[in-house]
């Protein structure tokens, strides 16, 4: 009968609270920078210890340069909030990857490749792109401020249990179309608020056949709709993918934690509160043209009128905001910059994507292009297959480690009226500079319009 | 955190739909190292041009509107988990936000910040918008212990739901860290007797 989330929620529920709200258990906090000095701040003015140091890691992404990261950090703001989380750490006893450690990297990338993260745990983080580790078959969820501290304190956060969402893919995808067409798909039909007050579990053959870095480039835009989380039952690709891992279980303890593993998936007779079936061969390569992840379409496809959609009365403003009209295409339109990056697309899988289709030919002549690894180990990986070099003779520049462009927090920002198309996972207003202009779009529809200088359909270049 | 437990304000409406965390606070304000400020930056590139002059044509610019309470389209504080959004609006003076629904996250941090989100039917939400264009200085009134949102204009009341808990902590300007803490010895049981992989 249960789901896969009821197995890891129930299994973690320490109290219920009369209305409704049960204490649940964390097992892995995972802190940054930019969300954590209130929280730091909260438990020094209470007077209070953390409860349980050795379920917290740290690491500094949102703020960080990718430039010159062995130095001082120029920007004082920055350099002031990044030092603090030093501080923070070191006066709490909290393990920390910071700038210029080999593990340092955005934090949703480094959690799964140090083998952290892993199926059956509930992890938060205070970002919303937490979700990312339900790939594993984790309950992973993004917390606020409040909440970080009081995890901090007492190792446990306190809420209502979400609803239950499936969403299954099943069949072929067709060549060229990547796991960041799926989850953008989903979305444009689900929109913005779509899985609001839902966990969502992604199934089917199409979500089955992912490697994880897929599944995780899914997961982590379950916030997107509006999810609280989303996650995947946990297989052999998994483990594989485990195995080995730094922090990953060895030996008899890997064996038992299998066995365990083995055990979660959802039951063949579990019932959600909504479902959604989608056929992979219906998915094409996918681009935004609008000012949230919902306002998603097919490459080829013209942006819809406002008659063809229900709920959007953000659409006109959306419009201006971006420069494009109505009804119009988008395929074929100049665009300015390309960022190869963020929590949802920086890993290397993705930039050997990207990196195969740039091979050989240059970045047009009116497109600036950075690629901007998820992790030092991301970053030592490319080199190490030789892919920095395939971007930077492309005229990419190859960075160091962080959030980057996606969010703009740091001087990497798209300037205002500018066309980005963009790995990441946002395209709000301002979100990657002030007037900046954001596509979403997958790595190798990103890399082809850095060659091409505009939006062009891969399948054409296949 | 503040109690809340019943406003009557006037409304500052904001009908439009998917209101993001990054338009609430954009990310190159989240460089501060405590709670405090954030009501300057708030709604910041609505706000202000390039130039940093207000925007004449942005609500909170408006002398036309006032009030503590916020009134926006559907699917308000999606995006980011930033609770500087809830720490923004707060401390612009806004002590209710009223929608047809909330993002999750941001719900949740406006919770713990005595920002109380008040959910009402899209319908209502209309009228909201309505009474508020015909009559900028109409009021309206919250009643937490009651759980009813009050048009004063048309004298229509509605109820909303809030979680007991939740409900509880607001009107007594409870933590939820304080509680939590009160259940320590559970939790350090729970630790004891799980099995953990």
Request: hydrophobic share 35%.
């Amino acid at each position: 009968m249960p789901t896969l989330f009821d197995k890891v929620w129930d299994a973690h529920v320490v109290t219920s609270v009369p209305g409704g709200a049960q204490v649940l258990y964390i097992d892995k906090h995972l802190i940054h920078e930019v969300t954590s000095p209130q929280a730091f701040n909260g438990l020094r003015q209470r007077g209070i210890p953390i409860f349980r140091r050795d379920r917290i890691v740290a690491t500094a992404d949102h703020n960080v340069p990718t430039k010159d990261q062995d130095k001082p950090i120029a920007e004082p703001l920055s350099r002031k909030q990044v030092n603090m989380l030093t501080t923070n750490c070191e006066e709490f006893g909290v393990e920390l990857y910071g700038l210029g450690h080999p593990y340092q990297g955005i934090v949703h990338v480094i959690g799964p490749e140090l083998g952290i993260t892993r199926p059956g745990i509930t992890m938060v983080c205070g970002d919303s792109h937490t979700s990312t580790h339900g790939a594993f078959g984790a309950i992973a969820f993004g917390i606020g401020t409040s909440q970080v501290e009081q995890v901090m304190a007492t190792q446990c956060v306190l809420m209502e249990k979400p609803k239950k969402m499936r969403i299954s893919v099943d069949g072929d995808l067709q060549p060229g179309v990547t796991a960041k067409d799926i989850i953008l798909y989903i979305i444009s039909q689900l929109g913005t608020g779509g899985g609001t007050g839902h966990f969502v579990e992604y199934a089917g053959t199409a979500i089955q056949r992912l490697s994880m870095e897929g599944r995780m480039t899914i997961c982590n835009m379950s916030i997107e709709m509006g999810a609280r989380g989303g996650l995947i039952s946990p297989d052999e690709t998994t483990f594989a993918y485990m195995q080995g891992r730094e922090f990953a279980p060895q030996g008899a303890e890997w064996d038992a934690a299998v066995k365990y593993w083995r055990t979660l998936p959802t039951d063949a007779d579990a019932v959600f509160d909504a479902e959604y079936h989608f056929r992979a061969e219906d998915i094409p390569p996918m681009i935004t043209y609008g000012t949230n992840p919902g306002m998603g379409m097919g490459v080829t496809e013209r942006i819809p009128t406002e008659s063809e959609i229900h709920g959007q009365a953000t659409l006109k403003k959306s419009m201006e905001y971006m420069g494009l009209e109505l009804g119009n295409k988008m395929e074929g339109m100049p665009i300015d910059y390309v960022f190869i990056g963020s929590c949802t697309n920086s890993r290397v899988e993705d930039l050997r994507l990207a990196a195969g289709l740039i091979k050989g030919k240059k970045i047009h002549e009116n497109v600036t292009g950075i690629v901007v690894p998820g992790s030092q180990q991301v970053a030592r990986q490319a080199i190490a297959e030789g892919l920095d070099r395939v971007f930077t003779d492309a005229g990419f520049e190859f960075r160091g480690a962080g959030c980057s462009a996606c969010l703009g927090m740091n001087e990497d920002k798209i300037p205002a009226g500018r066309y980005c198309v963009s790995t990441s996972n946002r395209n709000f207003e301002g979100r990657q500079g002030p007037g900046a202009r954001t596509i979403l779009a997958s790595p190798l529809t990103a890399a082809a319009a850095a060659v091409s200088g505009r939006i062009v359909d891969v399948r054409e270049l296949h | 955190m503040q109690p809340f437990k019943k406003l009557t304000s006037t409304a500052v409406p904001l009908p439009i739909e998917d209101v993001d965390t990054d338009q609430i606070i954009p990310a190159r304000f989240l460089k501060a190292t405590t709670r405090e400020g954030f009501g300057e930056n708030l709604f910041r590139d609505w706000r202000y041009d390039k130039l940093n002059h207000p925007r004449e044509d942005f609500v909170l610019n408006s002398p036309t509107y006032a009030g503590e309470i916020l009134v926006a389209g559907a699917n308000f504080g999606c995006g980011s988990s930033r609770e500087h959004a809830a720490w923004a609006i707060y401390d612009y003076g806004f002590k209710a936000v009223v929608s047809s629904y909330f993002a999750d996250i941001f719900k949740g941090n406006a919770l713990n910040n005595g920002l109380l989100p008040v959910t009402v039917n899209p319908q209502v939400l209309d009228e909201i918008f309505r009474t508020i264009e015909a009559n900028p200085a109409a009021r309206f009134t919250i009643n937490l212990e009651e759980q009813t949102f009050t048009n004063e204009e048309t004298g229509t009341s509605t109820h909303f739901d809030i979680d007991e808990y939740k409900k509880t902590c607001l009107i007594n300007g409870y933590d939820d860290i304080d509680f939590l803490l009160s259940q320590r010895e559970k939790i350090e049981a729970f630790e004891a007797q799980r099995e953990e992989h």
